[in-house]
């Protein structure tokens, strides 16, 4: 029943910022030791973990992204959020949310991510960023 789907505008330009959202369904985001991530998969290389905004607020980011990186939330809607800033043609990937419940803090930052070790993902969002 828990549904995660994510949205986002598919083509963006280098230097630009892309937002992307996170659509719950099945689940308040708000609920109790849930952690809410981002995750991205740049074509033939792995998994890499973004960052996550648990049930409290708490947010956690990649440091290697962090310097550009946005998560946040709207509980009315409950929708989580990313945006990722001044784009870069390497940062072309697959766009994923996923959330993860009652595991600790280093569990919800492995990077690179363990898929065994999240609960629900959604199918994924493309991102391309070209001029």
């Known amino acids: 029943q828990v549904q995660l789907q994510e949205s986002g505008p598919g083509l963006v330009k280098p230097s630009q910022t892309v937002s992307l959202s996170c659509t719950v369904s099945g689940v308040a985001i708000t609920t109790n030791y849930y952690a809410w991530s981002w995750i991205r998969q740049v074509p033939g290389k792995g998994l890499e973990w973004m960052g996550v905004?648990?049930?409290?607020?708490?947010?956690y980011y990649s440091p290697s992204l962090k310097s550009r990186t946005s998560i946040s939330r709207d509980t009315s809607k409950n929708h989580v959020s990313l945006q990722l800033s001044s784009l870069i043609p390497e940062d072309t990937a697959v766009y994923y949310c996923?959330?993860?419940?009652?595991?600790?803090?280093?569990?919800?930052?492995?990077?690179?991510?363990?898929?065994?070790?999240?609960?629900?993902w959604g199918q994924g969002t493309q991102v391309t960023v070209s001029s």
């Open positions: 905004i648990a049930y409290d607020g708490s947010i």
């Open positions: 996923a959330a993860v419940r009652s595991r600790p803090v280093c569990v919800l930052t492995s990077d690179p991510p363990v898929p065994g070790q999240y609960n629900y």
